[in-house]
């Protein structure tokens, strides 16, 4: 396949085609992540999560200039709205970041959050795949640390960063909310404002609060401002020292396996959620359903999820789903 | 079922543990689920969302108290997790509530934010309808603005809340990505800090930009300052105004059923999610399956998918998907 081809002899061109195909679930896009699975699972894929306002982004731009002298070279996928790479952020923020863009071996690529049917996930998973087998050393994904999904983007990357800044309480209420338990390494960024030893402090307390497991990674947390680059070598130091850890013990292969079971799964909720959708629109059956269920009340949602799966599965294959299911048959 | 009856006749605590076993996945908390759809439709089901900080919580305290004086009973789902409802936020704002969980109309229950499994939102619906089911005539679910799931939670409600703050841009990027088609109502709380009018007017300008077809409901932008109740009456006014638009236009009922696909395919997603991890457990096939797909890469994710559908199906039902597929022929 041409596109791919390209994509394996370092076309940037093609890899930023390849991710568009994904994101609008072009079958095409499709043929080529399955092409591409081969060349996968060389990249170490970096988690980057937080709060708005943490300074994820100049955090990774930061990251990533000091990763390129030391040789590595880089992808990078955001999902954050609030992100300049996605181009929410102000246009100061997207200047200081142009040295990056003009790099060769630096590849960014911002994601759209808007996707229906749970298909984020799965264009993500599915770009990081397609910067890994372009051969990028090291893949980072940056998302808001809010969202459960974007929650669980961050937790199947090898090494899971979690950003917070020195501030009131909110900061770190927002993180103590399920995402202290994926942190593999803690940032207090803006390090300069006042309050930062506390918010260290802080963090270091809950974390010696949460059990782990006998000889497991222990987080750090580390102080860096980003805008300065100051504490980015021992950030850098940290996240390489984690991917070494995880080969050492035989734990990069688990992760992975997480990792490939959680696409899994998006990738089966993404063919169910189509083949309902198609449903709705094609289908009579469909519209007596939803009328017994809203309009009279005699069939609850339980009930009705079971009637759609015998109805998809009864009925002759004209989706992706049916298709999924019968070429196997 | 005692439960469920107790529930109809208006016992609290029936209520809490009804969402208890829903939260914890409880096959009995099922069974009561699909007892109550009969009883579901009544209430006026209101969202709130926005990024963290914006005093989404004061604001839900304030309405409930104006929608008190005016006679309603209320239930508040929170799934906020810098939420004082839910538990995140420093004590003076919870102590500042108590008032609302002294008042017997009022039922306020947390969820947790860590379910795994896509299991927040599908817990979230069943929650709402508990409380619908309990006889409360508005529902208000809380969320933080961020993440694909808490937007997708706030999307079904009948009508949905944005609020906002005076602020530097960062908060307005945050709506704009993806939550600006959704709300029903924009609010800017905190409006007596500076920048309030700038906010209102740069809301007001993205709102005429996006197009909405002729006569659809016009979101208006409201001020508010929650902690004083300033503005409060007059959003109260408009949250009853846009379910009244609704009902005039039929448009209730279409909300309804995409709510109820929205809830089918929450349900279905669970289930093969418990399948495929009971599967990890119990079955040598997925040791196979993911061997071939990490340690030597001869099945990519997209055919992994296909083949673990193709397994389910092809074995003896013992689990829940299987049983919802083989019930029924």
């Known amino acids: 396949?041409?596109?791919?081809?390209?994509?394996?002899?370092?076309?940037?061109?093609?890899?930023?085609?390849?991710?568009?195909?994904?994101?609008?679930d072009e079958p095409e896009g499709k043929e080529v992540?399955?092409?591409?699975?081969?060349?996968?699972?060389?990249?170490?894929?970096?988690?980057?999560?937080?709060?708005?306002?943490a300074g994820k982004s100049t955090l990774v731009a930061a990251v990533t200039r000091e990763l390129r002298e030391r040789g590595k070279t880089i992808g990078i996928v955001a999902i954050d709205p609030t992100s300049p790479f996605t181009g929410g952020a102000l246009l100061g923020d997207r200047i200081r970041m142009q040295d990056l863009a003009t790099d060769k071996?630096?590849?960014?690529?911002?994601?759209?959050?808007?996707?229906?049917?749970?298909?984020?996930?799965?264009?993500?998973?599915?770009?990081?795949?397609?910067?890994d087998a372009f051969g990028k050393d090291i893949v980072i994904v940056e998302t808001v640390g809010a969202g459960q999904?974007?929650?669980?983007?961050?937790?199947?990357?090898?090494?899971?960063?979690?950003v917070t800044m020195p501030g009131g309480g909110d900061e770190i209420q927002a993180i103590k909310a399920g995402i202290l338990e994926i942190g593999d390494i803690f940032v207090v960024n803006k390090a300069d404002r006042e309050d930062s030893s506390r918010t260290m402090a802080e963090l270091m307390m809950m974390l010696e609060l949460s059990e782990r497991p006998e000889g497991a990674w222990d987080p750090p947390v580390l102080k860096t401002i980003a805008t300065s680059s100051e504490g980015i070598p021992q950030l850098v130091d940290c996240l390489l020292a984690h991917y070494q850890y995880l080969r050492e013990n035989k734990l990069l292969e688990q992760k992975e396996k997480e990792r490939v079971v959680a696409e899994m799964l998006e990738i089966i909720n993404q063919q169910v959620g189509q083949a309902v959708h198609r449903l709705l629109r094609e289908d009579g059956y469909m519209t007596d359903l939803l009328h017994k269920m809203v309009d009279t009340r005699e069939i609850d949602p339980h009930t009705g999820a079971r009637l759609i799966i015998q109805h998809l599965l009864q009925n002759p294959p004209n989706n992706?789903?049916?298709?999924?299911?019968?070429?196997g048959q």
Chains 1, 2 share one sequence.
């Open 1 to 24: 396949m041409e596109l791919f081809d390209r994509l394996i002899s370092g076309d940037r061109r093609a890899a930023a085609r390849i991710i568009s195909l994904i994101e609008n």
């Open 33 to 53: 992540i399955k092409l591409l699975h081969r060349h996968t699972g060389r990249a170490h894929i970096i988690g980057i999560t937080g709060a708005p306002g």
């Open 105 to 131: 071996d630096v590849f960014i690529r911002s994601m759209g959050t808007r996707g229906s049917l749970g298909g984020v996930a799965r264009a993500t998973n599915d770009a990081i795949n397609v910067l």
């Open 149 to 162: 999904t974007e929650v669980d983007i961050v937790k199947f990357a090898h090494t899971s960063v979690v």
């Open 320 to 327: 992706d789903l049916q298709r999924t299911i019968s070429n």
